[in-house]
């Protein structure tokens, strides 16, 4: 109970008799352990030999002989590296163009009037319902059209423009007071160079919010690169992963899809667990992405 | 003319705006729009076979895609799927940010820990969980089968498979939801919550009349992107059971995906994804004030 009594510390006297909050906070943490239990399965499996048998699979009491003959195995037979570099080239690509158009789409949101704004506001805020995964049938045919099926190229281009980013740049982007604008206006900066010089670096914080929202998902995409991608050297990891989950699956190897899987996954995870609280937050600004 | 020349001069002084944007609306423009009107045109033609030239084929498509009965299944089944992805995910997410909105080392830890499926994609999810539901060896079966008379065969029975299918969603997306929770009930007035408990309300009616009224506008967030996820992620019916047993989980995305690229009918799917367009377009009429307000309005 002296547990109980420190999660309280700060809560009003009056109810720190009460029970109902307490059992709340039991079911969570019971709930807690129940959804760590699949990533704690997947490390347990990953260091199990293969000799302790498939009936031992699922225990999730740590081998007492760890290998990391699964890890090995998962290396040699996945080409995890390739899909690696490839989904990073996608990210890194998506991110840098996504940039530079929301930073400008953003400013001119932000600071400035013309004709047909409110309409063209709510074009973007559309994208936000018809998101792109929906549409893969008739972005395949384009992407054939424009010559690049299976290319990388092809993947990253439908999620070149972002509502999400706009929307966030522009919200940054107005709360920089105006008078900052003003005296580099009197020094005769052009329109390119204020946004460059002055709303671009007091923004840095949305920029990385919108870069955490933006790898995290297109890291994640399955379907649509799934579609576009022929090539095996050109898989992303979930494609790799997938198909590499299929081939162990029918020999029962489960020690080696847990390490394949960690793989993919602890580029992401290490990243959270360092930036946990900047993940959070970005999170909770994205909604829709 | 001086109308015209009024009309000309604030279309030039409009002029950076419209570069500023151009970038964005030409992308906007092939892969939203222009994606909207071809799947439109697509939806009124057909092939004989995959090689032979287009026809018009005016609503055939359409009438085809509703006379299917997987699709028909693949929306029943969709139905289900949100409704019982939704109300779980968001009822769990609530408890957790409830019980989570003080923060302390505790409960910053507790966060993270629901919140780490959320990051995972998809597809590492279902091959975890491909060996959580393997019959008779899988985590499951091996902790809890010895409790059970009868083993489900939980992907392979097509009773049980759309239910095990949800399992992995709420798994994978309560935490997310819980996000938005905790950012709601920082609105929750303090002194208000302070001096209904002096009122002598309980833990219950300070969450029935204080807190829930006030989390509405998260409700109505949270259940948009709830059915948008209902609808667009179904990576793991890709990877765990392609819409089987007896096409007991297949959603709709997946048959828009097996009728354009097992079945080279582009027509069918088009007609597929202007119906699954038109229903989310009801639904983003619906939220749309709800979404233009959280974004600041024009």
């Given at each position: 109970m002296k547990l109980f009594d420190r999660l309280f510390r700060d809560a009003p006297l009056a109810t720190r008799g009460e029970i109902t909050p307490k059992l709340g906070i039991l079911l969570t943490v019971l709930l807690a352990i129940v959804w760590l239990i699949p990533f704690l399965w997947m490390i347990v499996a990953t260091l199990r030999p293969a000799s302790d048998g498939i009936n031992a699979m699922a225990e999730l009491m740590p081998s007492l002989k760890p290998t990391l003959d699964n890890v090995r195995d998962a290396w040699e037979i996945g080409d995890f590296p390739r899909y690696t570099?490839?989904?990073?080239?996608?990210?890194?690509?998506i991110l840098l163009v996504q940039f530079v158009t929301i930073t400008l789409a953003g400013f001119a949101f932000a600071r400035l009037n013309f004709v047909g704004k409110t309409p063209i506001f709510y074009l973007f805020l559309m994208q936000l319902m018809l998101v792109p995964v929906l549409l893969i049938v008739p972005n395949l045919s384009l992407v054939a059209q424009l010559g690049l099926y299976d290319t990388l190229t092809g993947v990253m281009m439908p999620f070149?423009?972002?509502?999400?980013?706009?929307?966030?740049?522009?919200?940054?982007?107005?709360?920089?007071?105006?008078?900052?604008?003003?005296?580099?206006?009197?020094?005769?900066?052009?329109?390119?160079?204020?946004?460059?010089?002055?709303?671009?670096?007091?923004?840095?914080?949305?920029?990385?919010?919108?870069?955490?929202?933006?790898?995290?998902?297109?890291?994640?995409?399955?379907?649509?690169?799934?579609?576009?991608?022929?090539?095996?050297?050109?898989?992303?990891?979930?494609?790799?992963?997938?198909v590499f989950t299929k081939t162990a699956e029918g020999t029962q190897a489960w020690g080696t899809i847990a390490a394949g899987t960690l793989m993919v996954i602890a580029p992401l995870l290490v990243t959270f667990l360092i930036f946990q609280k900047r993940f959070i937050s970005s999170f909770v600004t994205s909604g829709i992405k | 003319?001086?109308?015209?020349?009024?009309?000309?001069?604030?279309?030039?002084?409009?002029?950076?705006?419209?570069?500023?944007?151009?970038?964005?609306?030409?992308?906007?423009?092939?892969?939203?729009?222009?994606?909207?009107?071809?799947?439109?045109?697509?939806?009124?033609?057909?092939?004989?076979?995959?090689?032979?030239?287009?026809?018009?084929?005016?609503?055939?498509?359409?009438?085809?895609?509703?006379?299917?009965?997987?699709?028909?299944?693949?929306?029943?089944?969709?139905?289900?799927?949100?409704?019982?992805?939704?109300?779980?995910?968001?009822?769990?997410?609530?408890?957790?940010?409830?019980?989570?909105?003080?923060?302390?080392?505790?409960?910053?830890?507790?966060?993270?820990?629901?919140?780490?499926?959320?990051?995972?994609?998809?597809?590492?999810?279902s091959a975890l969980f491909m060996f959580i539901f393997l019959p008779n060896v899988g985590l499951l079966d091996y902790y809890i089968g010895r409790l059970l008379p009868v083993l489900p065969n939980w992907l392979g029975d097509p009773d049980v498979a759309l239910y095990a299918i949800m399992i992995i969603t709420i798994w994978k997306n309560a935490g997310y939801y819980m996000l938005f929770f905790l950012a709601g009930l920082q609105a929750v007035p303090e002194d208000v919550m302070e001096a209904a408990h002096l009122d002598g309300a309980g833990p219950y009616r300070r969450l029935r009349h204080i807190i829930l009224p006030e989390l509405k506008p998260t409700f109505l967030f949270v259940i948009v992107i709830a059915t948008l996820n209902a609808v667009t992620q179904v990576d793991h019916v890709f990877v765990m059971t392609q819409g089987g047993p007896s096409n007991s989980t297949n959603l709709v995305l997946f048959y828009i995906y097996q009728q354009a690229v097992e079945h080279y009918d582009v027509g069918k799917a088009s007609a597929a994804t202007l119906l699954t367009l038109a229903a989310l377009m009801g639904l983003t009429a619906l939220s749309f004030r709800t979404m233009a307000n959280r974004e600041g309005g024009p």
């Open positions: 570099l490839n989904t990073t080239f996608i990210c890194a690509g070149f423009a972002s509502a999400f980013g706009t929307f966030l740049m522009r919200q940054a982007f107005e709360a920089i007071p105006t008078e900052l604008e003003d005296a580099a206006l009197i020094d005769g900066a052009s329109l390119l160079q204020r946004i460059r010089h002055i709303y671009v670096p007091l923004s840095m914080p949305s920029f990385s919010a919108f870069a955490i929202i933006s790898v995290t998902s297109h890291w994640n995409d399955f379907l649509w690169p799934l579609m576009v991608i022929n090539s095996p050297d050109k898989r992303p990891l979930t494609v790799g992963l997938s | 003319m001086d109308v015209l020349k009024r009309f000309s001069n604030r279309f030039k002084a409009s002029l950076p705006a419209y570069l500023l944007l151009l970038p964005s609306l030409v992308f906007l423009a092939l892969f939203t729009y222009g994606a909207m009107g071809r799947v439109l045109v697509d939806a009124l033609y057909q092939r004989a076979t995959p090689k032979a030239p287009v026809r018009f084929v005016g609503l055939d498509n359409i009438s085809a895609v509703l006379a299917d009965p997987a699709f028909t299944g693949a929306v029943v089944n969709n139905l289900v799927y949100a409704v019982g992805t939704a109300i779980p995910s968001i009822g769990l997410a609530l408890l957790f940010a409830l019980a989570l909105a003080r923060t302390n080392a505790v409960s910053s830890a507790l966060r993270a820990a629901l919140f780490l499926p959320v990051l995972i994609p998809m597809v590492a999810a």
